[in-house]
Structure formats: structure tokens, C-alpha cells
């Protein structure tokens, strides 16, 4: 059986996301005998002919007066395949925070339009909301296609739409699916009405979608909750692993001490032995050393560590009717196993939702709105950015005089701006400059084959006459980047750095040519934003080369070194690269010799 998806449902108001759980339920066969017969007699007394699926969701009575959603309403059900959990969330602009508490866990968002009405401003809200929470797979379900003949122009209208509008999003993963949730069309069977659409039912694709890779295995974090001692002879430290695999044997650092150590052994439920611990696992760690560890503090590993920082950037989400966040008010900030006291020292703008307009005369945040601010806590935070850790990188605010949870806020990075660094414009425009720049970004494995076409294609556009500059990974780790290690923070500073230069660069009107490995695909789409934003061309060259081809070439001998254990953390060993899924030009080696290639990228930027 796969593993356990978690689900939030979305959309705007009556548009059936209640019916469509419903008809997950029912037409799964999970609904128990009783649960039917009293939708049954519920839809009788409503006077329906046939039973309301809504009602098995719709579970309290304000909402059934109401006919809409108000509270998130939680519900379990299993197939040979799946087990799955979904948040049935309020679709009504009023009740944002429920939205934004029940999808903050979520695997994958549905999101419901309704086929008549479009794509309204609530399907755009709760898209940018499961952005904002960093749900990795969104679902569009184009409801009611009974009510609009089955038209397939219809749906492609509709999901156009759509698409233009989550181009501005941090979506990795769209689909889009045509149902009737009311019939049954397409949510657990395929529909036979609409026999132009080639993908899967919904269930199906719930079935088979792909979470395990979602989950961050490469940071390791161990917040420590609790600390067990029954005896003297005995000191584990018990927590649930926030990100990473840890295994005895390795080699750990305690934060905000720095002390090292490793892992002895790690008992899991019941106090089994395990062979190693993973995100989202409740264990107790038991190191080789005794060291002075409280809860709050940390385990990771020595060369991948979180931020350590008082002031950060965060979006906070207002939870309360009773009050307004205000700057300068204290709170209690709880992150991880940590509560320390904090203040918000600036609210840099107030977010509308519905239009994505920033509002930067905002004095404060009331129920519902959300906004970025800039947080300051009396004691350090260890933290990572939220989109890379959702639970190294959340948290709640807790006012101090009611002890009432008024809150909810995702990091997005520690605070780096101050307001005495400008930027210096120049008066040379780029226009002005005799050649245009733009920056080639060549990602792949080591030993895919990336340096030598980038040394071939920067002396190729020399020889042109076109100015080109190559910032090869190795070259920079001997100066700019010598400082850092290949832990995932660090490849991720070095992915930020690069990006840099290469803009720099580009402005200059000299084509950035970048060889780098650069693993993970937020860090390559960081680099692309931040050109885009500039109005840069970035061009992303995938470097598809197989790793047993790369094995064979080892230029370096980096491979055979990893075989033997004395390289950890080796990308395609037993680190992970995340290929490109959208690059503009994809290079292999069935394409031709690196002089082939090279041409073949020079005939891409002439195109």
C-alpha cells in the first residue's frame, strides 16, 4: 500500500466540494451503514429523492442550516492502494484561516470550479493559498460538466484560464480533471459522457500520485521535545524527526551547543530498535556521548545546518477576531519544540488575496488577512525557509495575556536587508550596451558532460564576437564559493551565489555561461525568478546524461570514491538530484559529440 495522502479541498462556494468528498466516500464503498442511513433520512426530511453526499462532510448543524462549509471537517478512507485523509476546508472568504489550517499539512489540494461560473477570485484565493503553504500537487476539478453539455471547449476554456493564472504561483505539479461530482462522472469511475478525455478518474489518480519525493530527506533536523531518563545508565532524547534519515552511526551536531557526536541507536514505537528514523517518525535517539541537551535544542548534521537567527521574514496568517496583529506587540512564538518570546518589529506589506496586490500602507492585520513581516526573538531560532521545511520552518504566535493562538506563520528566510543598502543605479542602460546578455544555466550529474560543452560554447560565441563569460562549479569553490561545503544549505548558498554573478553578469550584456550541478530544482527556479525579475533571459540546459554512463566516465574518480565510502552525500549516490521538468533544451549523448551539442545550444539562442 502507498503512503498516506493527505488531501484539502477548495474552491468557492456551492461549487460541491462536500458532494464530491461524498462521492469519493460512497462510491469507494467506505461509508458505514449507519453513516449512510442517517444521510439518508436527513435527505428525505430535506426533501431530496436521493441521498445528499454533502451530508457526509457538512457535519455541523450551522452548516446544514447554512448549506455551506464553515469548520474543516476531516475524513478517513482506505483502497487496496492508499490510505488517505481529507480536509473537507471552507470555501467562503470569511473562513480563510480554517483554509489555512486544515490544507497546512496537505500532500495535494483540490481545488473545485464550478464549469457555468469559471475560475472566480475564491479559485484564485485558494490556489495562492495552497501555493503559499507549499502544497506540492494541485488539482483542478472542473465540476458540473453535466450542467454545461459535457463540453470539452468548455474545460479547455476553463483550464487555460487557470494555467495563465498559476504561472505567477510556485505550483510543481497541475492537473486538471472534468467531473460531475453530483453523477459520479470521473471521481471514482471513468465517465463515458465525456469519452475526449484521456486522463484518469480522480480516485486513480489519487491512487498513483507520487509523494514519497516530496518529503526533505536531505535535511536532516531533530528537534528535541523531551529528554529520557529512567536510569543512569540510560539518556534518549525523544522528538519527531522534522526532516532527513538519521541512522546510527552517524555523526551529529547539537544546536545551539556545537557539540558532535553520533547516533548510538534509535528505538521506535513500542521501544523497537530501528534501523534508521525519517520524516514524519516519533523516535528516541540515543547518542554515543553525554552531552548537556534540553528540549528545544536540535540534532543535524555537522555540515548541514539550519539558520540560526533572532530576525526573519515571514508571511503570518491572523487567526483572531479579538484582536489585530500591530507592530511592536510581544507574543509567544512556538517553532519546533521551542517557545520563546518575540516581538513583530515591521508588517512590510498586507496581502489581498484575491488579487496578489501588496499593500504596504497596511497598519496591521485583522482576522483572516495575512501578510509579511519581519519577526525578532529573544532567543535564537534554528530554522530553515518554510517552502524547503514545513516543520522546521512554521509556527505559531501566542498572545501572552490570553494564551490564545492568534497566528499561524511560515519563514521565508532570515532577515538580510537592512535600510541603509541601496541599490546604486547605473548610467548605462542596457540598451545602450553593444551586445544583449542572458545567462545559460547547464545542470546534470557529475560527469554528464556539462564543463566541456560549456568550454566549447563560450569559445564558440567568442570566436562570433559575442562576449561570454564561463562560471564553472569547480572554478568558483577555489574563490567565491571556497567558504562552503556540500551539505544541502551550503549547495544551496552556492546555487545563490552563482545565480549572482550570472546576473551581474548578464546585465553587463555578456551571455553568463553556468556549469553546475545545482541538485535541487528550488534553488535552480530561485535563480530563474530572480533573472526573470530583472527582465534577464535565463535559458535552463538539462544535461541528460545516465548516471551508469557517468559512472563509467568519473573524470574525477568521485564516483568510485563514493562507491567506497569515503565521499557522503554524493549527488546520484545517495544524495538526490531533481532533474529539470520544464527546461528549455534538454542535451544527451545520443545527440552528438560536446562540439554537436554546443552547436545545437548556439542554434537555440539564435532561434
Not at 469519452?195 to 518529503?215: F, R
Amino acid at each position: 500500500m502507498g503512503p498516506l495522502l493527505r488531501i484539502a479541498t477548495a474552491g468557492s462556494v456551492d461549487d460541491g466540494k462536500s458532494t464530491l468528498i461524498g462521492r469519493l466516500l460512497y462510491d469507494s464503498k467506505t461509508i458505514f451503514t449507519d453513516q449512510l442511513a442517517a444521510v439518508e433520512r436527513t435527505s428525505r426530511e430535506r426533501g431530496a429523492d436521493t441521498p445528499d453526499l454533502s451530508l457526509l462532510t457538512d457535519g455541523l448543524r450551522a452548516e446544514r442550516e447554512q448549506g455551506i462549509t464553515i469548520d474543516v471537517a476531516y475524513r478517513y478512507f482506505a483502497t487496496p492502494k492508499r490510505k488517505f485523509v481529507i480536509a473537507d476546508t471552507p470555501g467562503h472568504l470569511q473562513y480563510t484561516r480554517n483554509m489555512v489550517t486544515g490544507a497546512s499539512t496537505a500532500d495535494l489540494a483540490l481545488v473545485l470550479v464550478d464549469a457555468r461560473k469559471g475560475v472566480l477570485e475564491q479559485s484564485r484565493r485558494h490556489a495562492f493559498i495552497a501555493s503559499l503553504l507549499g502544497i506540492p500537487h494541485l488539482v483542478v476539478c472542473v465540476n458540473k460538466m453535466d450542467l454545461v453539455g459535457w463540453s470539452r471547449e468548455r474545460f479547455e476554456e476553463i483550464r487555460e484560464e487557470f494555467r495563465r493564472f498559476s504561472i505567477k504561483l510556485d505550483v510543481p505539479d497541475l492537473s486538471f480533471i472534468p467531473v460531475s461530482a453530483l453523477l459520479g462522472d470521473n471521481v471514482v469511475n471513468r465517465s463515458a459522457e465525456m469519452p475526449w478525455y484521456e486522463g484518469s478518474s480522480l480516485l486513480h489518480h489519487l491512487e498513483e500520485v507520487h509523494v514519497a519525493s516530496d518529503q526533505n530527506l536531505i535535511d536532516a533536523r531533530f528537534p528535541v521535545q523531551y529528554v529520557i531518563r529512567p536510569h543512569q545508565d540510560f539518556r534518549g532524547y525523544a522528538g519527531t524527526v522534522a526532516g532527513g534519515v538519521f541512522r546510527p552511526g552517524d555523526e551529529v551536531t547539537v544546536l545551539p551547543s556545537g557539540f558532535s557526536s553520533t547516533v548510538e541507536r534509535i528505538w521506535g514505537p513500542g521501544g523497537r530498535e530501528v534501523a534508521e528514523a525519517f520524516a514524519p517518525q516519533a523516535v528516541t535517539m540515543e547518542l554515543a556521548d553525554h552531552i548537556d541537551i534540553s528540549r528545544g535544542d536540535l540534532i543535524c548534521r555537522p555540515n548541514n545546518r539550519p539558520h540560526v537567527g533572532q530576525d526573519l521574514d515571514a508571511m503570518v496568517c491572523w487567526l483572531t477576531e479579538q484582536s489585530e496583529l500591530r507592530p511592536g506587540a510581544r507574543y509567544t512564538v512556538k517553532h519546533t519544540s521551542q517557545a520563546v518570546t518575540g516581538s513583530v518589529r515591521e508588517l512590510d506589506y498586507r496581502l489581498d488575496i484575491n488579487t496578489l496586490h501588496r499593500d504596504e500602507s497596511a497598519a496591521g492585520l485583522a482576522l483572516n488577512e495575512i501578510g509579511r513581516v519581519r519577526l525578532h526573538t529573544r532567543t535564537p531560532l534554528l530554522f530553515d525557509p518554510y517552502k524547503r521545511n514545513r516543520g522546521t520552518g512554521s509556527f505559531i504566535l501566542v498572545d501572552e495575556a490570553t494564551n490564545n493562538t492568534v497566528a499561524a506563520g511560515m519563514v521565508l528566510g532570515p532577515r538580510v536587508a537592512a535600510s541603509h543598502v541601496v541599490w546604486h543605479g547605473s548610467a548605462v542602460t542596457r540598451d545602450q550596451r553593444a551586445t544583449r546578455g542572458r545567462t545559460i544555466w547547464l545542470t546534470g550529474l557529475s560527469g554528464s558532460g556539462k564543463s566541456t560543452i560549456a568550454v566549447e560554447l563560450e569559445r564558440r560565441l567568442v570566436a562570433a564576437g559575442r562576449p561570454a563569460y564561463l562560471l564553472d562549479g569547480d572554478n568558483l569553490r577555489h574563490g567565491l564559493n571556497s567558504d562552503l561545503g556540500f551539505g544541502a544549505a551550503d549547495r544551496t548558498e552556492n546555487v545563490r551565489r552563482t545565480g549572482a554573478v550570472a546576473r551581474l553578469l548578464a546585465d553587463a550584456g555578456t551571455v553568463a555561461i553556468v556549469s553546475l550541478i545545482s541538485p535541487y530544482a528550488a534553488d535552480r527556479a530561485a535563480v530563474r525568478a530572480a533573472h526573470e525579475a530583472e527582465g534577464l533571459p535565463f535559458v535552463e540546459v538539462f544535461v541528460d546524461t545516465p548516471i551508469a554512463d557517468c559512472q563509467a566516465r568519473d573524470p574525477k574518480g568521485l564516483y568510485a570514491k563514493a562507491a567506497a565510502g569515503e565521499i557522503r552525500g554524493f549527488t546520484g549516490v545517495d544524495d538526490p538530484y531533481e532533474a529539470p521538468e520544464r527546461a528549455e533544451l534538454v542535451l544527451r549523448p545520443t545527440d552528438g559529440d560536446p562540439a554537436a551539442l554546443a552547436a545545437t545550444v548556439l542554434a537555440f539562442l539564435d532561434r
